[in-house]
């Protein structure tokens, strides 16, 4: 099954600042998609990211805050611009090929101080 | 929106006992997941449900669609240590449809 390439693995960075964050798959994939995970708490979409074009956001998710990018069928970047410690979470990078249900990649653990 | 309600939230049972978690909506569901994450990891896929009544199995685990297509069951057999982590759910709400919804999660923990 495909593989899934997240870094980078984790991150402490300052209030104020951005993080991008990248993901490259091994194989090519119909949908890629972004998650965030509080802690403790379960998975939410932020937004599908559309090769080629805008992401689709998710209600309470917006361009400015969480600004998308998919050049190809195998690669995307999430920023996390202008942090706050309210940022502090798990973000996900997940994939789905033509036959293979929803793959993951191990996740970037920001904190934000 | 859709939700899925998934308990239990948390277990603590000891080594080689069974394990039973159900996820349930109030929405038809065309496809269950079942994941697990363990720390510092995103979800892996471990079982896959298309049709109602389905029942499934990998390894010590065996999964179940729902005949009313609104509750699926996660069972483990004879758990062992590395069987902890967190279970999420997940459901495919329309045929075709891209986004999956996500339980709560069940966090396992094992005494040996």
């Known amino acids: 099954s495909a593989v899934i390439s997240q870094k980078p693995s984790r991150d402490i960075c300052q209030r104020g600042t951005s993080l991008t964050i990248q993901c490259q798959v091994d194989?090519?994939?119909?949908?890629m998609f972004w998650y965030r995970q509080q802690p403790g708490q379960s998975l939410t979409l932020i937004a599908t990211?559309?090769?080629?074009?805008?992401?689709?956001?998710e209600s309470g998710f917006v361009i400015d805050k969480f600004p998308i990018s998919r050049p190809n069928l195998t690669f995307s970047t999430l920023t996390v611009s202008n942090m706050s410690p309210e940022d502090s979470s798990i973000y996900l990078c997940?994939?789905?090929?033509?036959?293979?249900?929803?793959?993951f990649g191990s996740g970037t653990q920001l904190s934000v101080l | 929106g859709q939700q899925l309600n998934q308990s239990p939230q948390s277990m603590f049972i000891q080594e080689g006992e069974d394990v039973s978690m159900n996820c349930t909506s109030s929405s038809i569901f065309n496809t269950w997941l079942w994941y697990k994450q363990d720390p510092g990891e995103g979800p892996v896929l471990l079982i896959a449900l298309y049709k109602a009544g389905e029942l499934t199995s990998n390894g010590r685990l065996t999964a179940q669609f729902g005949i009313t297509r609104k509750d699926s069951f996660l069972n483990i057999s004879a758990s062992i240590p590395s069987d902890v982590g967190i279970y999420f759910c997940?459901?495919?709400?329309?045929?075709?449809?891209?986004?999956?919804?996500f339980g709560q999660g069940t966090r396992l923990t094992i005494n040996p």
């Open positions: 997940a459901g495919q709400p329309t045929e075709g449809a891209q986004k999956l919804v």
């Open positions: 990211a559309n090769q080629g074009s805008e992401a689709t956001y």
């Open positions: 997940s994939a789905q090929g033509r036959y293979e249900k929803l793959f």
């Open positions: 194989s090519q994939v119909t949908m």
